[in-house]
């Protein structure tokens, strides 16, 4: 290796190229490690403190436990019913603020409990607490779709609000013509 060539003026956009990318990259190196936090892919693609983090939150779901404390009546239509695995929260939203209330009314008898609001029909509602006669609940899970268990109940809309001569096909409330939400009577 010819050091003299190397060396030689002629070569010194080459030497500062050299040391630009050098300095770049411990430059690089440096602000990436002040900036990724020292437990960052411990424990896979994230921050491991995130982990507790996430489990010292209070949970935005309500247990059924909380719910049947006062439902009673829900509890022992739903027992044998095939609904019994579904969540309160399914259907009826988070309920937090509702419980709350419950909970206050239990201490002071005077403080009213706001009654449930009837669903707008869209699943992200911010509702508190709401009924759901509608059918887009129901069709939410037994809508016959590609790929879903043949042992589990889904129907084909159509077909089945004509062969149970349902009144008014289109109606939000169509599957309450024969069904209950707790207890649907299969």
């Keep these: 290796m010819n050091w003299r060539l190397i060396f030689s003026r002629h070569t010194r956009h080459l030497r500062i190229l050299a040391f630009l990318v050098i300095a770049g990259g411990a430059g690089a190196m440096f602000v990436r490690s002040q900036m990724v936090p020292t437990d960052y892919g411990q424990r896979g693609p994230y921050r491991t403190s995130a982990l507790a983090e996430i489990a010292s939150q209070p949970s935005v779901l309500q247990s059924d436990t909380t719910c049947l404390k006062c439902h009673t009546d829900v509890e022992e239509e739903r027992s044998e019913s095939p609904h019994a695995a579904v969540r309160c929260f399914h259907c009826h939203g988070n309920g937090r603020q509702h419980i709350a209330d419950a909970e206050k009314a239990a201490e002071f008898p005077e403080h009213q409990i ?73």
Excluded at 134 to 161: Q, Y
Aim: one cysteine or more; charged letters at 20%; hydrophobic letters at 35%.
């Design 114 to 186: 706001p009654e449930a609001k009837e669903w707008d029909g869209y699943f992200r509602a911010h509702t508190d607490l709401f009924i759901t006669h509608n059918r887009a609940t129901c069709l939410s899970c037994h809508t016959s779709v590609v790929g879903m268990p043949e042992a589990f109940r889904s129907i084909n809309v159509a077909e089945h609000l004509e062969e149970q001569g349902a009144e008014d096909i289109a109606g939000g409330n169509v599957c309450f013509e024969c069904h209950e939400g707790h207890s649907p009577g299969l």
